[in-house]
């Protein structure tokens, strides 16, 4: 969950662009991480599906 930040209405262009840029930064890691695990899960149950397709296979 994210928690909320106070940012001064009275930043110069210079600080809200460096705010900005460190969230963005700090939201693509987030979503690499998940995307990550979310391949990882999707080729656990390729390989589970796989294993029970060769067993099927050989009987």
Wanted: proline content about 2%; overall charge negative; some cysteine.
């Amino acid at each position: 969950m994210r928690q909320s930040v106070f940012t001064p209405a009275h930043w110069l262009m210079e600080q809200w662009v460096e705010y900005l840029d460190e969230t963005f930064a700090r939201y693509r890691k987030e979503c690499t991480e998940d995307v990550t695990q979310m391949i990882a899960s999707i080729k656990e149950v390729v390989d589970r599906v796989e294993e029970k397709m060769t067993i099927q296979g050989q009987e």
